[in-house]
Structures are given as structure tokens and as C-alpha cells.
């Protein structure tokens, strides 16, 4: 099939999936993208502008429109635009049902996050009038894609749930059907990883811990911080390699952190050469997340693939993402810094992670992933919603 990829946020986990998928599925994919900037515009204009897009293909002509538009079998778009504009504009009905002269191929919409469960830089969780118009972009977005595929079933779940209580805030008329609309033309497809191939190398004194998050509040670096301050204080030995997009400019628990913990650090700031980013990962003892909202956790998952061992909060999607039977992994909030420093004080086994839990990880990788997008693909593209 030839399939329009729809990207209007390009950067961080949308690029590395939508390079994931260009670059090993078997149909043939078409990359359509915007740069990873000025998310809530692209929120409202980019289905404009996407739609635009296509029916320049074929020139401004009626006719040559169409044909532009349907020489795709299946459009692939991401969350942070306006679905319903991008139906709308290339003739389809928002309901996918009618679509006239069959021109508009089916939309398929790969939820990387959503803006109703998303944490403010406060702490709170959307709830303000400025938020409720995103939440209800996702909304629409949902109901003008013939079908929805979240990132993780944590996502799927949470989003599902916090509906019935968002549309409460609708004084009448309430579109109450949505929920169970959503939950019926939705799924599940974990998205994959890159995975390199090169024996890790972990064998530098003392034991590094890898931060390689968002340098964003809700990866809550300052919980990250806050641990590491402790195991100094407590005399636990440690290197530091603080890896990760930051939005701009530098953070100030980070410039803290460069200072306060220079004589740990040995590596500071984004990595852009993805030979060095999977050196990092392989040089790695241990992987710590203190974040207050993941849908997937594609850094973590990368790094235990190449042999990082796990500290992750127990909640989230990191209970869906490791194996029931390595949840020993997972601590409970305020526990990070005993559980960090008993690991800091036992380097042998950071060393050793287990070969099942390195396994299991690298079972995400592009290779193992992508017959279920291919699969995903052919079900929505051949008609099938749910």
C-alpha cells in the first residue's frame, strides 16, 4: 500500500517512530512532517495546513486534488493536530462513513499522548478553560479517524477513564456516547526501538546512572536530583551522564546539578550522533525515571535493550512495559534514594542485569514491531474500525 504519514510535531519519540515505520515496513511509506516546535499551533493549524499539502500533489484543480488524495491508501496521522480539520478539508465526513466518490482514504490516528491527562508545570492535571480546548481536539481527532491506536495500554485505560468525568464540564448536551465510541474503534501497538548490535561495554568504576529524558518538568528532574544529592551525602560513589533533549534553554535544576555535582558528571547535554547516544546507553550501569507522565518510555526502554539496569516509579506505564516477574525494579514514591543507594552499594549486580529483562526490551525493537504496524495498517486500510 502507499501510505501518507502524517507528522506535524517531528522530533523526540514522533521522529524516531515515524523513521521507525518509514524505514522497515513493507508498504510504502510517505513522510509528511513539521518541525517539533510551537506543539499548541500545531494543534490548531496543522490539519490546515497538511491538507493543503496533499491536494498540492496534484495542483489546484478539483480533479487533480482527488487524484492526489487518493493515490494513498491509508493516511497515518499523530495527535498534535486538528484530525477533524484534515478530514473535513479533503472531503471527508467526520464519522468516516461517507467518503464521497471514494477518494479520502481511511485516517488511522497513532496517539503518542493526550492533552486530558497531561500534568501542568504546577502539578495539576488539565483542568483549566486554556486546556479543555486541546482535550477536546483529542477528542474530535478520535472520533474523525476511522481508527486509534495508543502507544500502551496504560495510555488507552487512563485516557478512557478520564472521559466520562472531562465531559461532565459540557453544561448540556454532553456527548456522553464518545467514551464507548473511543474504547470500540480503539487499540493497543507499542511502538519500537532502535537496538544496536555492539556488546556492552560497562566497565568503568563507579557505577554511571543515565538520565537520557526530556530535560522537561514532566520527567520531574528535580525528584532525580533530590536522589542523587542523597547518595552523595551518604558517601555512595557514582558517575553521572545527563543525556536528553532540552526545550531551549537550560533548566535551572540542571544548571544546579552542573554545579553542584560537576565532580560526578561526565557527560552533560544532548547527544546528536546516534552512535554516541547508543555508546552512552551500553556504558550505562543504571537507568533511572522519575517521571510524572509516560505513555511508553522509549529512553528506558532503549537503555535497558543495551544493558542498563532498571529504577523505575511504580506506576505509569513502566508496570505494562516490564515483566511482572522484574517488578522489584519499581519503587513506590520516596523511595528512590534508598533504592538508588542500595544499588550504588552493590556494582557487581548493576553489572549483571538479567538476560531475560535485557531480552524482553530488545523484543521491542523495530525488527520485532513493525509486522504488528504493517498488520494495523492493513486492518484499518481494509476497512476494519475496531
Known amino acids: 500500500m502507499k501510505i501518507r504519514y502524517l507528522e506535524s510535531f517531528y522530533g523526540g ?5 515515524a523513521d521507525g515505520i518509514a524505514r522497515r515496513s513493507r508498504h510504502d511509506i510517505e513522510l509528511v512532517t513539521m518541525p517539533a516546535r510551537f506543539w499548541r499551533w500545531r494543534m490548531r493549524a496543522a490539519g490546515v495546513h497538511f491538507a493543503r499539502e496533499i491536494q498540492a500533489v496534484g495542483g489546484r484543480s478539483a480533479g487533480a486534488a482527488s487524484e492526489a488524495i487518493g493515490s494513498a491508501d491509508l493516511i497515518v496521522c499523530t495527535g498534535l493536530m486538528n484530525v477533524a480539520d484534515l478530514a473535513a478539508l479533503l472531503g471527508a465526513s467526520c464519522s468516516g462513513a461517507a467518503r464521497p466518490g471514494g477518494q479520502v482514504p481511511p485516517i488511522l490516528l497513532y496517539a503518542h499522548e493526550t492533552q486530558l491527562g497531561y500534568p501542568s508545570p504546577d502539578g495539576r492535571r488539565a483542568g483549566r478553560d486554556a486546556d479543555l480546548h486541546f482535550a477536546f481536539t483529542d477528542l474530535t481527532n478520535m472520533l474523525a479517524a476511522d481508527h486509534v491506536a495508543f502507544n500502551s495500554e496504560t495510555h488507552r485505560n ?17 456527548p456522553v456516547w464518545v467514551t464507548d465510541e473511543i474504547a470500540a474503534r480503539s487499540s493497543v501497538c507499542h511502538p519500537g526501538i532502535r537496538v544496536s548490535e555492539v556488546a556492552r561495554d560497562a566497565d568503568g568504576d563507579p557505577p554511571l546512572i543515565l538520565w537520557n529524558h526530556r530535560w522537561e518538568y514532566d520527567k520531574d528532574p528535580a525528584a532525580f536530583f533530590m536522589a542523587l544529592r542523597v547518595a552523595r551525602e551518604r558517601g ?34 544532548y547527544v546528536e550522533s546516534r552512535d554516541e547516544y547508543e555508546a552512552w546507553l551500553r556504558a550505562a550501569d543504571i537507568v533511572v525515571s522519575t517521571a510524572v507522565q509516560e505513555n511508553f518510555g522509549i529512553a528506558v526502554v532503549e537503555a535497558i535493550a543495551h544493558g542498563a539496569l532498571p529504577l523505575l516509579p511504580n506506576r505509569l506505564s513502566y508496570p505494562e512495559i516490564i515483566p511482572a516477574r522484574h ?29 531475560d529483562l535485557v531480552a524482553h526490551a530488545r523484543s521491542f525493537s523495530w525488527e520485532e514491531r513493525i509486522g504488528a504496524f504493517d498488520a494495523l495498517f492493513d486492518h484499518v486500510a481494509g476497512g476494519g474500525r475496531a
Request: glycine fraction near 6%; aromatic fraction near 8%.
Open 13 to 17: 519519540s514522533h521522529r524516531d517512530v
Open 158 to 174: 487512563a485516557y478512557l477513564a478520564s472521559l466520562p468525568e472531562f465531559l461532565k464540564r459540557v453544561p448540556e448536551f454532553s
Open 236 to 269: 555512595c560513589a557514582f558517575r553521572l551522564a545527563l543525556l536528553g533533549e532540552s526545550p531551549g534553554r537550560e533548566p535551572d535544576e540542571f544548571a544546579t546539578a552542573r554545579s553542584e555535582l560537576s565532580s560526578h558528571l561526565v557527560h552533560y547535554g
Open 327 to 355: 517488578h522489584g525494579c519499581l519503587y513506590e514514591d520516596g523511595q528512590l534514594p534508598d533504592r538508588l543507594c542500595d544499588l550504588l552499594r552493590r556494582p557487581a549486580e548493576t553489572r549483571r542485569p538479567p538476560a
